[in-house]
């Protein structure tokens, strides 16, 4: 399945699609950090260093839930519906426990994205009989683009973030 879905985003047929379009519905590959503390202790290093989101704050937030936790960077006044998520497990190991887990966006995100590339498509489908309606699709797509980059630009880097605070975790412990 995984390959089919990678020579699909690969395809030549979709070359055409906005950069930052098809790598936001690209599946991103999983990401691993292993710690010698135990499961329960790194569920608890990540919890105490996770902030909820504030109009000042600036830095790692998101949360745990059982086993499962959800990180991203958090930027203060400025929102970005389009920010990077790590999405990941807490495991136990031989060794002591490790993080698993993908990068990715928001699911609601996603879907509100795919609805509107998707009707986009559909509509230059559609009223292709016409050069305006295909066009003016194609230069929606090239907009989604340009707000995903503006995100990009304003906050780089956020990915990197995230995984080094989460190698911080893992290896030294508490971030305060």
């Known amino acids: 399945m995984m390959d089919i879905q990678m020579s699909f985003f690969n395809s030549k047929w979709l070359k055409w699609v906005p950069p930052r379009i098809r790598a936001f519905f690209s599946k991103k590959s999983e990401i691993t950090f292993h710690s010698t503390a135990s499961e329960s202790d790194l569920l608890e290093r990540c919890r105490a260093g996770l902030h909820s989101s504030s109009w000042d704050?600036?830095?790692?937030?998101?949360?745990?839930?059982?086993?499962?936790?959800?990180?991203?960077?958090?930027?203060?006044?400025?929102?970005?519906?389009?920010?990077?998520?790590?999405?990941?497990?807490?495991?136990?190991?031989?060794?002591?426990?490790?993080?698993?887990?993908?990068?990715?966006?928001?699911?609601l995100v996603q879907i509100f994205h795919g609805f509107w590339c998707g009707a986009l498509v559909l509509m230059a489908l559609f009223f292709v009989w016409t050069i305006v309606m295909p066009l003016a699709a194609y230069g929606m797509l090239w907009i989604a683009n340009g707000i995903m980059a503006v995100g990009d630009r304003a906050y780089p880097g956020r990915e990197q973030k995230i995984e080094s605070y989460l190698r911080e975790v893992c290896e030294r412990g508490l971030i305060q």
């Open 57 to 107: 704050y600036h830095g790692p937030a998101g949360y745990v839930r059982g086993s499962s936790l959800r990180v991203y960077w958090a930027m203060g006044m400025f929102r970005d519906s389009f920010m990077p998520v790590f999405h990941g497990q807490v495991e136990a190991t031989p060794e002591g426990s490790r993080i698993r887990g993908r990068m990715s966006h928001h699911l």
